[in-house]
């Protein structure tokens, strides 16, 4: 199943899934390239869309239902979510920590999509996974979470690292401003192990997954409250 179908099928069961007001036809969808229930393209797709290139039969006029939910469902690229074919859920950075970093993916066939941007469908660009296999898609980047050792490797030494005082920022980009204070041995040995590995998928998804500093505060409160 392509990810259009599997997210589109969970929002049409949704209450609050978009208005539908065309009748239907059979015919092939332009964005998918599977025959099946469409409406007009126009009806699913504005001129105006910059995504046309990848869509796998560009010149058919036709979108399908599930695409017309995916791409009329504001939250599709306007939020955090997990779906299968059945349940289209909502996340906030917590909530695709938790999942993340815990493995905790759902048993039959899902896609993930995080983004900080909005403005891309992450129906068209996510990839279904099942089995072992975990591809995210985090941005315009599709990152492979399915080693979780390797995964807890990289979680483990960042969130090691922001709780002794880096920031995420400095993690994500390995560029200290130079009036900035810390343990120099402890940030030189840090930032050999990290220096090959910042340009990837997998360490940048792991730095938006850190805790904020409002986070690290709530937990410290948490940590000291009389039990």
């Not at 929002?11 to 964005?31: N, Q, V």
């Not at 105006?48 to 599930?66: H, K, R």
């Not at 996974?129 to 898609?137: H, L, Q, T, V």
Request: proline share 5%; with cysteine; aromatic share 12%.
């Amino acid at each position: 199943m392509n990810p259009i179908d599997l997210v589109g099928n969970a929002i049409s069961l949704m209450s609050d899934k978009p208005e539908m007001k065309e009748y239907t036809r059979d015919g092939l969808c332009a964005i998918t390239g599977v025959f099946g229930k469409c409406i007009s393209r126009k009806a699913v797709v504005p001129d105006s869309n910059t995504d046309s290139e990848i869509f796998a039969a560009p010149d058919s006029e036709l979108a399908s239902v599930n695409a017309f939910y995916c791409f009329k469902y504001r939250p599709e690229r306007a939020s955090l979510w997990i779906s299968t074919e059945k349940e289209f859920r909502k996340l906030d950075r917590v909530g695709a920590r938790e999942i993340i970093i815990s493995s905790n993916y759902p048993k039959e066939p899902w896609c993930m999509y995080i983004t900080t941007s909005y403005k891309k469908h992450g129906s068209l660009y996510c990839q279904v996974n099942s089995g072992n296999k975990a591809i995210i898609r985090f941005e315009m980047l599709n990152v492979d979470c399915s080693d979780r050792k390797y995964l807890l490797e990289i979680w483990d030494r960042l969130n090691s690292e922001l709780r002794n005082g880096t920031s995420r920022k400095i993690l994500e980009s390995l560029e200290p401003p130079l009036n900035y204070q810390f343990d120099l041995a402890r940030w030189i040995k840090f930032e050999q192990w990290a220096r090959p590995l910042y340009k990837s998928g997998l360490y940048q998804l792991m730095c938006y997954l850190l805790p904020s500093q409002k986070g690290l505060k709530e937990e410290e409160k948490s940590k000291n409250r009389p039990k």
